[in-house]
């Protein structure tokens, strides 16, 4: 059994000057179901170009288990859904799919893909007929045409709806359950939170963040603490001081509002959630309603990427 699915190591590609994939290094493995996550012109439409050898980079390399990414293709081993490139028009939805199951090396059932993308209702629909979201789940079908070890999607809920999503990430989940290697580029955050195994952060060609949601997450190191603060409840000077918040032990960024008078809400994203509470009691506060949380993915990231933003503009300032 393959113990790579996939490898890119020391990968570089640039277009003129701009730096598209910067050096990178990394490795998938069978059974994982991979978040790809990153700003618009991180590298991750590049990055996957390179992997499905429709790109050559210019240092280093990338295989597709232990060959070429060609040989893969060829082998009928990989399946991918890429943005670019259009469907075909004056044809029935069944027609393109069944095409596809045919060509491939490996292809599989027309009616069970037709089931597995849950567009069996569209069987007899005109392609050029579909909204965007159909459309997206057509092409989804042609992904999974064939008995794929590893499935690529690039922003495959482009279009779809709420609940649209919700089926067809259920479908993703019934690839994955069996024993498919997904990996998959998103911009809704909560779908890598909610589905991926593994997390990947691409920003400015590198990769800054490898792990579990959960590991991303506690990378961020930030809690959330939330709270209502009535006159009543303020130390014995009996006036409102923001300042005191700030100074409270671990506090990163601080939000008051001041909806109802006499009551104040505050959030504080703090790097230690029991320092700052103890804080606020030592302080002579009394919060109502208190409540401590983690981060979410969508806010480690912006922490994340956030932070090296400052970091690389701290090292050009210094030039």
Same mark, same amino acid.
């Given at each position: 059994?393959?113990? @790579?699915?996939?490898?890119?190591?020391?990968?570089?590609?640039?277009?003129?000057?701009?730096?598209?994939?910067?050096?990178?290094?990394?490795?998938?493995?069978?059974?994982?179901?991979?978040? +790809?996550? $990153?700003?618009?012109?991180?590298?991750?439409?590049?990055?996957?170009?390179? +992997?499905?050898?429709?790109?050559?980079?210019?240092?280093?390399?990338?295989?597709?288990?232990?060959?070429?990414?060609?040989?893969?293709?060829?082998?009928?081993?990989?399946?991918?859904?890429? &943005?670019?490139?259009?469907?075909?028009?004056?044809?029935?939805?069944?027609?393109?799919?069944?095409?596809?199951?045919?060509?491939?090396? /490996?292809?599989?059932?027309?009616?069970?893909?037709?089931?597995?993308?849950?567009?069996? @209702?569209?069987?007899?629909?005109?392609?050029?007929?579909?909204?965007?979201?159909?459309? &997206?789940?057509?092409?989804?079908?042609?992904?999974? *045409?064939?008995?794929?070890?590893?499935?690529?999607?690039?922003?495959?809920?482009? $279009?779809?709806?709420?609940?649209?999503?919700?089926?067809?990430?259920?479908?993703?989940?019934?690839?994955?359950?069996?024993?498919?290697?997904? +990996?998959?580029?998103? #911009?809704?955050?909560? @779908?890598?939170?909610?589905?991926?195994?593994?997390?990947?952060?691409? #920003?400015? $060609?590198?990769?800054? *963040?490898?792990?579990?949601?959960? @590991?991303?997450?506690?990378?961020?190191?930030?809690?959330?603490?939330?709270?209502?603060? #009535?006159?009543?409840?303020?130390?014995?000077?009996? /006036?409102?001081?923001?300042?005191? +918040?700030?100074?409270?032990?671990?506090?990163?960024?601080?939000?008051?509002?001041?909806?109802?008078?006499?009551?104040?809400?505050?959030?504080?994203?703090?790097?230690?959630?029991?320092?700052?509470?103890?804080?606020?009691?030592?302080?002579?506060?009394?919060?109502?309603?208190? !409540?401590?949380? $983690?981060?979410?993915? !969508? &806010?480690?990231?912006?922490?994340?990427?956030? !932070?090296?933003?400052?970091?690389?503009?701290?090292?050009?300032?210094?030039?």
């Amino acid at each position: 059994m393959d113990t @790579e699915v996939a490898a890119f190591r020391g990968v570089g590609k640039s277009y003129g000057r701009v730096r598209a994939v910067d050096g990178l290094d990394l490795v998938l493995r069978p059974g994982e179901t991979v978040a +790809l996550l $990153g700003p618009n012109g991180a590298g991750k439409s590049t990055s996957l170009d390179l +992997l499905l050898g429709l790109r050559e980079p210019d240092q280093g390399g990338v295989t597709l288990f232990g060959g070429t990414p060609r040989a893969a293709i060829e082998a009928g081993r990989v399946g991918a859904m890429l &943005q670019s490139g259009g469907l075909m028009s004056d044809v029935k939805v069944r027609e393109i799919v069944r095409l596809a199951c045919d060509v491939h090396p /490996r292809g599989r059932s027309v009616t069970e893909v037709l089931a597995d993308a849950g567009i069996t @209702e569209l069987a007899e629909r005109r392609v050029d007929k579909l909204s965007g979201g159909q459309e &997206q789940r057509v092409r989804f079908a042609l992904a999974i *045409a064939g008995d794929n070890d590893l499935i690529v999607l690039d922003e495959p809920t482009t $279009g779809m709806d709420v609940s649209v999503r919700q089926s067809f990430w259920a479908s993703m989940r019934a690839q994955a359950d069996a024993g498919r290697t997904v +990996l998959f580029a998103t #911009h809704y955050l909560e @779908e890598a939170d909610s589905i991926a195994d593994r997390v990947l952060v691409l #920003h400015r $060609g590198r990769l800054i *963040a490898d792990g579990s949601s959960a @590991e991303i997450k506690a990378r961020a190191g930030a809690r959330r603490i939330a709270f209502e603060l #009535h006159d009543g409840d303020l130390p014995d000077t009996g /006036r409102f001081d923001e300042g005191l +918040l700030r100074t409270l032990p671990g506090v990163r960024s601080l939000d008051v509002t001041a909806r109802v008078p006499g009551v104040r809400t505050v959030r504080i994203r703090t790097s230690d959630a029991d320092a700052s509470v103890a804080g606020l009691y030592r302080a002579g506060l009394y919060p109502r309603g208190l !409540e401590v949380t $983690g981060v979410g993915l !969508e &806010q480690a990231f912006l922490t994340i990427t956030g !932070e090296l933003d400052r970091n690389d503009a701290a090292l050009e300032s210094a030039r």
